[in-house]
Structures are given as structure tokens and as C-alpha cells.
């Protein structure tokens, strides 16, 4: 008997028994379904975070000063005092791969305005750190060029800042006073949220760096500087040339190791990416047991089907039919009813992870692949769980099947 | 249909079946020798338990002899492979059962295409093929019909025309008419004679009714697994 034909005699065969057929299907659609929906879910979680990482700037690199070694007792890493404003000018000048740089100063300080007060963290930064960043300004100007060189004791509030300060009045051109120096707020930035756990992002203020040195601090280093390449690609050469340059301007020997670290974003990124692309695993796998529940349940089905056929196997068989044409209609009744399982799942699927996005409001993305593999996943089921009850019908003796009662 | 009238058909010589019921040895056969030739219309006949129902299956290739020859056409059928067997099932052998044994929930048709399904017997030709089998057993008029649609006397015309279909040498009819009420079995039978008669249709035929071997050419009389004898009843 010819493939085409089996096929018809096994719809046919499903066709008689619509509710079983149906009921046995559920298992897979279930089974597919969760696989598909699941698989979005992780998905849209791992293309969120990637954005998202990727809007704090992908191209971002961080310097730090090394630990600082004094009489046998180790600092805390950016503890040295080493790294300078003119590493940060020389970083921009000479490395092809860098693009801009912002020193950084950072600490915290009580500021007042009028009868109010705030301790936020107060930074003390360059120019381009808006271009670096990719901050935005709520409101107001941010520093030009000139204020950072003068040392100007202007400064810019984050949100939160703005907010406890100033709870109705418009905080521009007003002077508040940081660790008792006045300063006039040029601008408020936008705001950019909670960055995980307690820290706020906002709760910070802005000062040029060397205002932040000379008339708050009173030193000559800086804590850090925030550099970003010309491009996400050139992120290792940027690193090296960074990391030469430095080594040359601190005279370090070849012996001595570096006197300053670097972190990039790409990093990060990779970490969290990783993070939700195990979190994909992990539901997938979950979803899979259901699967491969469905699968049982065919199997289950298949063989009931095979016992209560069997005096149809044994009329078959007097009739002529090899033990391959029984294998194969019993084995593509079940590869039919998986598939068919499979692609009301898939269908499903796809229907229920837009539910879940527009309930629920979890990013959500069906790939091809997950589709794929359902489907795949759904026909080898079919074919594993349907080759057992098909070898067994096919194996019965004619008389035997046609006697059985 | 079969024009090796007179040929050797079957040879069966010292044919033995011992069925291994649990720790019980029960012995169906004990060493049956008899042949048929083409044309014939052999009827074998005993009490129930005698064994004859057991040679049938083994003649029909449903069942396989503990030892002893069975030669069909000329060839040792007990040395062949389970695919072989299929393929004598299909092409030289049309079985009709005591209980009909058509497929349920299936339209009479169908049930007669079935060998062809089996021998890839393109489907206009599978079609014409069906129909003529089953106007041959005089129902025509009941080609769409399901099978519990129809009378016990029909469903079993349909099985004839089913074990016609595919042209084969021998038809082997196991108490066809135990079944059904005794003016359908006599209709049932007219088919028999008719298909004897006018195609030459080799028909070996079980029953213990002595008014359904009337119509039959040969008797062999079946006790406790041996031939006690052989009779012929007409020509």
C-alpha cells in the first residue's frame, strides 16, 4: 500500500472516532502550546533586557584606579589616587577607537535650598557625559565647555533631587547651597529610574568635575572616567589602546601590574543576556514535561486502539496486508494525530503568548525557531510513541487477531 | 477464472497441528494427506472439534502447520515468510468466515476494495473491480451501504464478493452459512455453485450441515483430526 493511501486509511480510521481523536490531540496541543508560549515569553525577556542594556550604552567603558598598597594593607578597588584629568584628555587624543571621555568625581554632600535639605550623591563629570551617556535634560541647560574648564559652581539635579527640593517652584536659575558653597541649577535631567535594588538613579546632582575637585574636595585625582568607543565593535581595541596608553603615562614596569582596571558594559550585557537566555531553558524545559506527557498519552491511546482493532488487524491481514502496511497505518495515525496536535498547538500558541503580552503586559516574542521545534518536537513524539503500539499490531498472528474476542 | 481445470491444485500429505494450550497438548491434526484439483468443489465435513476449521486456516495461510507438506500451485507454502504468506492472503486465496469479518463503520465497497488497497491496484480500476465482484453476488444495489446497514445473509454476499475480487485460484468458505437463516445460507450457496460452475472457481467449503454439502462436488469426513472418509457426490 502506497504512502497516500495509508494516509487516507488513517484519517479515515481518525475520523471514526472524532472525540478519542480529539481528546488524544489535547495532550500534544497543551504540550505544544506551552512550549510556544513559553519559549515567547523568555524570548521578549531576553530582547527587553538586551535593549535595555543596550540604551545604557553598550559602547561604555569604565576606568578605574587600581587597589592602593600601602605598608601591607590593601584599599578597596579606585582607592589609588593615581589616574588624573590628563589621562582622561590623553585617553581621547590618542586612542583612534575612543570616542569621548568624562573624568568623574564622585561623593556625597548635604545640599539646602531655603529651609530645605537633601544628602544626594553629588557627581562630578565632563562635558560630553550627556553624549556618553545618552541622558536626557527635563528641563534648562546642562554645562558647556567653558563652565567645566572655569570650574563653575553651577550644577545640574536629578529628578529626585529636583523633586525634594523644590516640591512646586521651578528650580532654574535658583541657588542651593552644597556643602555651604552656592551653586545655580542650570537644568533637571530627565529621569532614568531605579537601576536595580535601592540605588536611584536620579538622586544624584551633577557638578563639573573640577569644581568637584578644586572647591569640594580638594584633590588633584579623579575617581574614574567613563569613556565610549567609536563603535560596539571596536570595544576590545578601545580596551587595549586604553590600557597601553595608561601604562605608558604611569610609568609602570613591565613586571608591575596595572594601576587601574576596566570594565565594559559588553560584559554586563552578556551576563544578563545569558541570565534570561537560561531563564528560556528553563521554561522550555518545563514546557517540554507536558510534551512529553501528550506523547504518553498517544501512546496510551495507540495501544487501547491497537486492542480494540484487533480483529480489524486480523481481517487486514487475511486480506493480504504485510506487517509493514499495519506498522505503517497504525504508526501514521499517530504521526497524524501529533502533527495535527502539533499545529492547533503551535496556532494556539502563538494566540496565547499575544494574550499573555496584552494581559499580562510581559514582552513577548514567538520565533521561528520555537515554532520549529515545537513542531519538529510534536512529529517525534508522533513517531516515538506510536512505533511501539504499531510494531505491536503489526506483529500479531492472523488467526489469533481474527479469534480474539 | 482458473483454467488449470484438473491440475493439482492443493497437495497436503501427513499434515500435523498440535496447539501447546498451557501444560495441555491438544492435537487438531494427526497426519491429513488429500488433494485438490482445479475446479473442484470440495466439501469437508465433521463434528465441531474434528479439526477441519484448523486445516482451513492452514490452507488459507492464517496458520502454519506444526509438520507436514502443504503444496498450493506447487509450492511448499509452510517454508515461505510471513511476507510471502501476506502475499498468497491477497492474490491466490479468498477467505469468507463464519462470522463475515467485514470492517465496521465501513460502506460494502470498501470493505471489497480492501485486498486491492493491499496489492496497489490503481483506484479507478479498484473501483470497477469492487463493483463487478459485487454484482456478482447480486448486490449492486447496495454498494454504499454500511456494514450494519446490512441483513447477515448480505454482509456475507459481500464477503464472497470481497474474496473474489482479486481473481483468485481458490475460494475457501469456513461454515459460510452457519451464521445467517437457512433461505439466505441457500442463496449463499447458489453463489458457490454458480461461481463453480459457469468461472471455475475452486471452492473448498466447511460444514457440518449435510443439506449445505449437497451442493458441493467431494466430501471428506473429518473425526478427531483424521480423514474417516472420502466420498465423491457428483461427476
Not at chain 2, 153 to 170: D, Y
Request: net charge positive; proline share 3%; with cysteine.
Amino acid at each position: 500500500m502506497n504512502l497516500l493511501k495509508t494516509v487516507q486509511v488513517a484519517l479515515k480510521a481518525l475520523n471514526k472516532n472524532k472525540m478519542r481523536s480529539f481528546l488524544t490531540m489535547l495532550g500534544i496541543i497543551v504540550g505544544v502550546l506551552a512550549v510556544v508560549a513559553m519559549v515567547s515569553i523568555g524570548q521578549g525577556a531576553k530582547v527587553s533586557v538586551q535593549e535595555r542594556i543596550s540604551q545604557l550604552g553598550s559602547n561604555l567603558l569604565f576606568v578605574r584606579p587600581g587597589s592602593s598598597f600601602r605598608h601591607g594593607v590593601h584599599g578597596g578597588w579606585g582607592s589609588r589616587t593615581t589616574l588624573k584629568p590628563e589621562d582622561a584628555e590623553a585617553i581621547v587624543e590618542e586612542c583612534p577607537s575612543v570616542e569621548m571621555v568624562s573624568p568623574e568625581v564622585n561623593t556625597r554632600g548635604q545640599v539646602v535650598y531655603k529651609n530645605k535639605n537633601w544628602n544626594p550623591s553629588i557627581s562630578g563629570i565632563g562635558a560630553d557625559i550627556l553624549a556618553i551617556r545618552g541622558w536626557k535634560m527635563d528641563a534648562g541647560i546642562f554645562f558647556r565647555r567653558g563652565d567645566i574648564k572655569g570650574a563653575a559652581k553651577f550644577c545640574v539635579l536629578g529628578k529626585t533631587v529636583a523633586e525634594n527640593l523644590f516640591s512646586d517652584v521651578s528650580p532654574i536659575g535658583e541657588i542651593i547651597r552644597i556643602r555651604q558653597i552656592p551653586f545655580t541649577v542650570l537644568g533637571v535631567l530627565a529621569t532614568r529610574g531605579q537601576a536595580g535594588g535601592w540605588f536611584d538613579q536620579d538622586d544624584v546632582i551633577l557638578v563639573p568635575y573640577t569644581t568637584a575637585q578644586k572647591r569640594l574636595l580638594g584633590i588633584q585625582h579623579i575617581n574614574s572616567i567613563v569613556v565610549s568607543a567609536v563603535s560596539a565593535e571596536s570595544m576590545s581595541s578601545a580596551e587595549q589602546e586604553i590600557s597601553e596608553l595608561l601604562r605608558r603615562r604611569h610609568e609602570l614596569a613591565d613586571y608591575e601590574e596595572d594601576d587601574f582596571n576596566i570594565r565594559n558594559m559588553a560584559d554586563i550585557q552578556e551576563a544578563v543576556t545569558e541570565t534570561a537566555g537560561t531563564m528560556t531553558i528553563l521554561l522550555a524545559g518545563i514546557a517540554s514535561v507536558s510534551l512529553l506527557v501528550g506523547g504518553i498519552g498517544i501512546m496510551n491511546i495507540m495501544l487501547v486502539s491497537v486492542t480494540e482493532r484487533i480483529r480489524e488487524i486480523g481481517i487486514r491481514l487475511s486480506v493480504g496486508a504485510r506487517e509493514r502496511d499495519i506498522l505503517m497505518q497504525f504508526l501514521v495515525e499517530a504521526i497524524v494525530l501529533s502533527l495535527t496536535g502539533g499545529l492547533i498547538g503551535i496556532i494556539a500558541g502563538i494566540i496565547g503568548s499575544r494574550v499573555i503580552s496584552s494581559i499580562a503586559g510581559w514582552p513577548t516574542m514567538v520565533s521561528v525557531a520555537s515554532i520549529g521545534l515545537a513542531f519538529v518536537f510534536s512529529a517525534a513524539v508522533g513517531v516515538f510513541f506510536g512505533f511501539y503500539p504499531a510494531r505491536k499490531a503489526s506483529k500479531l498472528n492472523p488467526i489469533d487477531a481474527l479469534r480474539y474476542e | 477464472m482458473d483454467n488449470r481445470v484438473n491440475s493439482e491444485l492443493i497437495r497436503v500429505e501427513s499434515l500435523t497441528k498440535i496447539y501447546h494450550l498451557g501444560e495441555v497438548k491438544v492435537v487438531a491434526l494427526r497426519g491429513v494427506s488429500f488433494e485438490v484439483k482445479g475446479g473442484d468443489f470440495l466439501a469437508i465435513m465433521g463434528p465441531s472439534g474434528s479439526g477441519k476449521s484448523t486445516l482451513m486456516n492452514i490452507i488459507g495461510c492464517l496458520d502454519r502447520p506444526t509438520s507436514g507438506q502443504y503444496l498450493l500451485e506447487g509450492t511448499e507454502v509452510s517454508k515461505l515468510d510471513k511476507k510471502q504468506l501476506a502475499y498468497i492472503r491477497n492474490k491466490k486465496i479468498g477467505f469468507v468466515f463464519q462470522m463475515f469479518n467485514l470492517l465496521p463503520r465501513t460502506t460494502a465497497l470498501e470493505n471489497i476494495e480492501l485486498p486491492l488497497l493491499y496489492s496497489n491496484v490503481p483506484t479507478k480500476k479498484r473501483n470497477r473491480l469492487a463493483e463487478e465482484s459485487l454484482a456478482l453476488v447480486g448486490l449492486s444495489g447496495r454498494k454504499m451501504h454500511y456494514t450494519h446497514q446490512l441483513s447477515g445473509g448480505e454482509q456475507q454476499r459481500v464477503a464472497i464478493a470481497r474474496a473474489l475480487v482479486n481473481s483468485p485460484s481458490i475460494i475457501l468458505a469456513d461454515e459460510p452459512t452457519g451464521n445467517v437463516d437457512s433461505q439466505s445460507g441457500a442463496e449463499i450457496m447458489e453463489i458457490f455453485e454458480k461461481l463453480n460452475n459457469e468461472k471455475k472457481i475452486t471452492i473448498i467449503l466447511v460444514t457440518h450441515d449435510l443439506e449445505i454439502s449437497k451442493f458441493a462436488k467431494k466430501m471428506i469426513l473429518f473425526r478427531d483430526g483424521e480423514i474417516v472418509k472420502r466420498e465423491i457426490i457428483k461427476d
